[in-house]
């Protein structure tokens, strides 16, 4: 289910999300028809340079079902550049920030980056690079899960739900949103943004896994005491998720990481036979000011 769009060459950036649900998912399709553009550019000329992998089967793509981010922060003034290559010392140099989505291996719930990608990740942010690594609901974080543990970073290798805290005019408990008035948004520089226009109200992700960080992280995006991991293998059984997140920003070195752990939310969708949106263009949310206020951190812009 490979959306075959023209690639653009963008920057190197690792992202993971896939819509755990049944067949609509085989009906996502870009919204080519979502406004990617940006007033007041972060960057108006010779912004960060981002690498967005493309070398690990990945089901997000800057040409594929994230083009529209990739749209997003060219527009901001990022330089985006379409990442072919195993992660090597000499590959990630190219860039300053990489996006990993959805990165699957073969089969798609095994490794998808060999033990020299990972350390050679691990080493560049701890240098000085930045990363974002999206892994979604299974198979995606068994796939990264090796290289989300160089970070300290658990995943659950499922799917999170949440009763209470859900999209309810979809119906779909894995559409779980977050309010800063529920606490399910954290304080930030990534959650208040640069004024008070780019502060993070409502997020909302489109059913991921659950994540959880190493002491000193923050959980951009915690889960209440409500939410739910599936057990995998098992489509009845689940494991409390309380104390866990979809969102964590850390620092490693002299770097700095974000793990999601939904990929959908930083896309503009459409999904079945009535093309309802998913990601960035589903109206009420601030999912697209949440896609640049981690670009600006990553890129060191919010401090």
Known sequence: MRINLPVRRFGLIAVAGVLFVPPASAQQ????????????P???????????????????TAGGRYKPFADLITADGFQVTAGTAPFSAATLAAGQIVVISNARGEPPDTPAFTDAECDAVRDWVRAGGSLLLIADHAPMGSAAAALAQRFGVQMSATSTLDDKNYFVDRGNRGFIVYTRESG??????ITSGRNAGERLQKVMTFTGQSLKGPEGSVALLRLADSARDRVAGSETETTSAAGRAQAIALTFGRGRVVVLGEAGML??????????PMGMNQPGIDNRQFALNVMHWLSGLLK
């Open 29 to 40: 399709v870009v919204d080519l028809t979502y406004d990617t553009r940006v007033a007041a």
């Open 42 to 60: 972060a960057y108006p000329k010779g912004g960060p340079r981002v690498l967005i992998d493309e070398a690990h089967r990945n089901f997000h």
């Open 184 to 189: 399910g948004i954290a304080d930030h520089p």
């Open 267 to 276: 896309s503009a969708q459409t999904v079945g036979p009535d093309r309802l």
